[in-house]
C-alpha cells in the first residue's frame, strides 16, 4: 500500500501466477510455431515468428480485458485480478517483439529511416480494403508501452490517481486499433474462416462481457436521485447484508458500500484510493475493510488506512431503524470517523 | 467457509482459500488447454506459403558475364549453350545498381545466396562478391576482361503489343525473401524495395493459376519504380498497356508509367 512498494514480495501465489503466466506463453509460441511448421514447411521463419507473436499478444490482450467483467460476475476470478500487471506487461513485452521485428522485416534497410517507413510507404488513405493498417498497430503499441511502463503503483502516485486510470482506460482505444489493424491488414490477404471467425468471436466475447456485467452496475445506479440534502436514505434491509459483507447501494448517484459486522453498520466511499476497486465485493478481515482487487485496508468506521499508511475514503452516517438500514445523503469528508451503527441479533430477524 | 464463491481472496496472503484453489486448478488447466487450442487454430489456418526459396546463410559461386542495362544481371552459360539469366541484388531493400558498377560486360566470378521462384533467378551479392576473370581465349577479347556484347541485354526477337492485368510486385521479396512477398501486407514493404532500386515486375496469373513475371521499364527502357512509388501502384490489380520484349529468358513490360492504370 501506500508506503511500501517491496511489501508484497514474491509469495507463493504471485510465484504460481507468474509461473503459469509464462508457461502458457511459451506453449502457445511453441505450439504455433510447431504446428504452424508441421503444416507449411513452405513458411518463413520470420513470418511464422511474426504471426506467432502478434496473435499470442491479441489473445493475451482479450484474457486481461475479459478479467475486470469477469469478476464482477464470479468472484471467484479476482485471483486474475490481482497480478493483472504482470499480464500487462507480458502482452506488451509480445507485441512489442511483433511491432520490432515487423518493422525491421519490412522497413528496415531501405531508403527511408523504419518508422518514416511505417507512416508513408502505404497512402491509399482513400480506400478501405487498401488502408493502412501497420500505422494502426504502431499507435496501438505507444499506448500498450505508456501503459506497461506507468503500470507499477510507483507512477500512480505521481501521476496521481484520475490521469493514471484515464491513461489506462486508453487499453479500450488500443483494443480497437488492433482490431482494425488485423481486419485491414493480414485479414485482407489471408482467407481461412478460421481466422476471422477467432477474430469475430473475441470482439463479440469482450462486448458481450461488458455488457452483461455493465448491466449489474446500471442496476445498482438505478435507485432513485435527487435526495434531500443531509436527509436519512433508506438503502436495504439489514439482513440484505451478509455478516463482515458489503451491499453496495447509490445514493444521489455516488456508490456507497454499506457493512455489517459484529453488530455494527458502517458505510463507505465504494471506490477504493488505490485503483477504483469496490471495497462493497470486499469484506471485514481483521475488523478492516479489505479490497477485492489488492487487498488495501480502510478502517470501516473512519475510512482510513491503519497506520502507516494513508489512504482515506469519505464515511456516511448510518442508522438502523427496525431492521432497516438509512444511510445520509451527503459523505463525510475522506477519514472522518463516523460511529457505527449498532444493532441487536433481534432486528436481523424483523 | 467451504463455499468457493464465499471464500475471499487476497493476493499478499501466501495460500488461497481451500475452495478457490480448486477452483483455480481446474481454471489453469482450461486455460493450458485452450492456450494449445488457439495456438492450433490460428497457425494452421494459415493460407499455403509459395514455394519460393531464399537459401538463407547459403553461399554460392557463379561464373558468367554482368549485363547492367536495364537491370544488373548475370548471363550465365548453359551446359546445353545459351546463357541463363540471373537477376542481381545486395543485401537490404536495394538494387545492385552500385554493386555492378564497372563490371558491365566483364567475366566475373560472383559469390551470393541463390533466390529463385518459378522461371526466375536471383542472386543476392554479398560485400566485395564481384571478381573479374580473365577473359576466356575464344572469346574477342579486350585486355580489361570486357566481352563482345558490352553491358546492355540483347533482345531476342521482335516485341510484341501487349494490355496486361496483374499485380506490381518487388523482384527480390517476391521470389522467395519473404513470404507472404506480395498483396497488401506486403504493401509497404515493396514500396520500399522498389524505391531502393529492387526491379519491380508485374506479375500476371492465368486462368490456371500459373504466373508469368514481366519486369517493367519506360517505352526507352529507363526505371521506372519512382513513379510507381509516387503512384502508389504496388500490390493491387492495375493494367498496364504496352510492348512486351523477350530478352533470353526474361520479358521485360516496355510502358510510359504514366498510362498504368489502377483498377479498384
Ligand atoms: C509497430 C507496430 C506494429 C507493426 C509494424 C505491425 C505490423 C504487422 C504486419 C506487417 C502484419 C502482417 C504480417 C503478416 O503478413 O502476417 C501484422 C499482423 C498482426 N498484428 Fe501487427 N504490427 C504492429 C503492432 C501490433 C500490435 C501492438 C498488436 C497487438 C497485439 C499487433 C497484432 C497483430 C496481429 C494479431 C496480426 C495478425 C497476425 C499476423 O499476421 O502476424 N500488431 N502486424
Ligand atoms: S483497487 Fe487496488 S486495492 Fe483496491
Redesign the pocket.
Known amino acids: 500500500m501506500g508506503h511500501a512498494y517491496q511489501a508484497v514480495g514474491w509469495n507463493r501465489q504471485k510465484k504460481i501466477y507468474d509461473g503459469v503466466l509464462l508457461g502458457a506463453i511459451l506453449l502457445y509460441l511453441g505450439g504455433f510455431l510447431g504446428l504452424g511448421f508441421a503444416t507449411h514447411p513452405d513458411a518463413t521463419f520470420e513470418?511464422m515468428l511474426?504471426?506467432a507473436l502478434?496473435?499470442g499478444?491479441?489473445l493475451l490482450?482479450h484474457v486481461i480485458l475479459s478479467i475486470g467483467p469477469l469478476c464482477r460476475l464470479d468472484r471467484r476470478f479476482l485471483p486474475l485480478l490481482y497480478n493483472r500487471r504482470h499480464l500487462g506487461v507480458a502482452?506488451f513485452i509480445?507485441?512489442l517483439g511483433?511491432?520490432?521485428l515487423?518493422?525491421i522485416q519490412?522497413h528496415a534497410f531501405g531508403d527511408l529511416h523504419p518508422l518514416v517507413s511505417?507512416l508513408v510507404s502505404n497512402t491509399r488513405f482513400d480506400n478501405l480494403a487498401q488502408f493502412p493498417?501497420?500505422p494502426l498497430?504502431?499507435f496501438?503499441?505507444i499506448i500498450?508501452a505508456l501503459m506497461a511502463t506507468t503500470s507499477h503503483d510507483f507512477w500512480l502516485s505521481i501521476l496521481s490517481a484520475p490521469v493514471w486510470k484515464a491513461l489506462h482506460m486508453l487499453v479500450y482505444v488500443?483494443y480497437a486499433l488492433?482490431v482494425m489493424?488485423?481486419v485491414l491488414?493480414?485479414l485482407q490477404?489471408?482467407t481461412s474462416l478460421w481466422l476471422s471467425g477467432a477474430l469475430g468471436a473475441g470482439v463479440l466475447w469482450v462486448f458481450g462481457l461488458h455488457i452483461v456485467a455493465g448491466r449489474r452496475e446500471v442496476r445498482v445506479d438505478l435507485t432513485p436521485a435527487g435526495v434531500e440534502a443531509n436527509s436519512y436514505v433508506d438503502v436495504c434491509a439489514l439482513q440484505d447484508i451478509p455478516e463482515k459483507r458489503a451491499k453496495v447501494v447509490s445514493i444521489d448517484g455516488e456508490r456507497v458500500a454499506v457493512f455489517r459486522y459484529d453488530g455494527r453498520v458502517s458505510a463507505l466511499s465504494n471506490p477504493c484510493q488505490h485503483q477504483n476497486g469496490p471495497l462493497g465485493e470486499g469484506c471485514i478481515r481483521d475488523g478492516l475493510v479489505t479490497c477485492p482487487w489488492h487487498g488495501y485496508q480502510y478502517r470501516p468506521d473512519s475510512g482510513a488506512s491503519p497506520e502507516p499508511f494513508t489512504e482515506k475514503v469519505p464515511t456516511f452516517k448510518v442508522k438502523v431503524e427496525e431492521g432497516r438500514v438509512l444511510v445520509q445523503s451527503n459523505p463525510q469528508p475522506a477519514g472522518t470517523r463516523v460511529e457505527p451503527a449498532t444493532f441487536n441479533a433481534e432486528e436481523i430477524d424483523v | 467457509m467451504s463455499d468457493p464463491k464465499q471464500e475471499f481472496y487476497v493476493g499478499y496472503l501466501p495460500q488461497a482459500p481451500h475452495g478457490l484453489g480448486r477452483f483455480l486448478k481446474a481454471g489453469i488447466l482450461m486455460l493450458l488447454l485452450g492456450t494449445v487450442v488457439a495456438a492450433a487454430i490460428l497457425s494452421m489456418a494459415q493460407s499455403p506459403y509459395s514455394k519460393a526459396k531464399f537459401e538463407f546463410g547459403v553461399s554460392s559461386i557463379l561464373e558468367g558475364r554482368i549485363e547492367e542495362l536495364p537491370f544488373p544481371t548475370l548471363m550465365v552459360p548453359r551446359e546445353g549453350g545459351g546463357d541463363s539469366r540471373y537477376l542481381l541484388t545486395v543485401f537490404g531493400k536495394k538494387g545492385a545498381d552500385e554493386a555492378v558498377a564497372g563490371f558491365a560486360g566483364k567475366r566475373v566470378r560472383v559469390r551470393g545466396t541463390l533466390i529463385y521462384h518459378d522461371q526466375l533467378t536471383m542472386v543476392e551479392l554479398g560485400p566485395a562478391a564481384i571478381e573479374v576473370l580473365a577473359p576466356a581465349t575464344a572469346e574477342p577479347d579486350a585486355s580489361d576482361g570486357t566481352v563482345a556484347g558490352g553491358g546492355a541485354w540483347t533482345q531476342t526477337g521482335a516485341g510484341v503489343e501487349r494490355s496486361l492485368i496483374g499485380e506490381i510486385v518487388d523482384s527480390k521479396c517476391y521470389l522467395g525473401v519473404m513470404k507472404?512477398g506480395n498483396l497488401k501486407?506486403?504493401r509497404a514493404c515493396a514500396t520500399r524495395c522498389i524505391s531502393g532500386g529492387v526491379p519491380p515486375v508485374l506479375m500476371v496469373r492465368d486462368e490456371h493459376g500459373l504466373a508469368t513475371y514481366f519486369l517493367l521499364t519506360s517505352s526507352s527502357g529507363g526505371s521506372v519504380g519512382r513513379q510507381i512509388v509516387d503512384r502508389g501502384l504496388v500490390a493491387e490489380p492495375v493494367r498496364i498497356s504496352g510492348e512486351v520484349v523477350r530478352f533470353g529468358d526474361l520479358l521485360v513490360l516496355k510502358a510510359d508509367p504514366e498510362t498504368y492504370q489502377r483498377l479498384d
Request: avoid cysteine.
Open positions: 513470418t511474426i504471426r502478434g496473435t499478444a491479441l490482450l502482452m509480445l507485441a511483433h511491432g520490432t515487423s518493422t519490412f511505417l493498417f501497420q498497430g504502431f496501438a503499441l500498450l488500443a488492433i489493424h488485423v491488414g493480414v490477404t489471408e | 507472404p501486407t506486403h
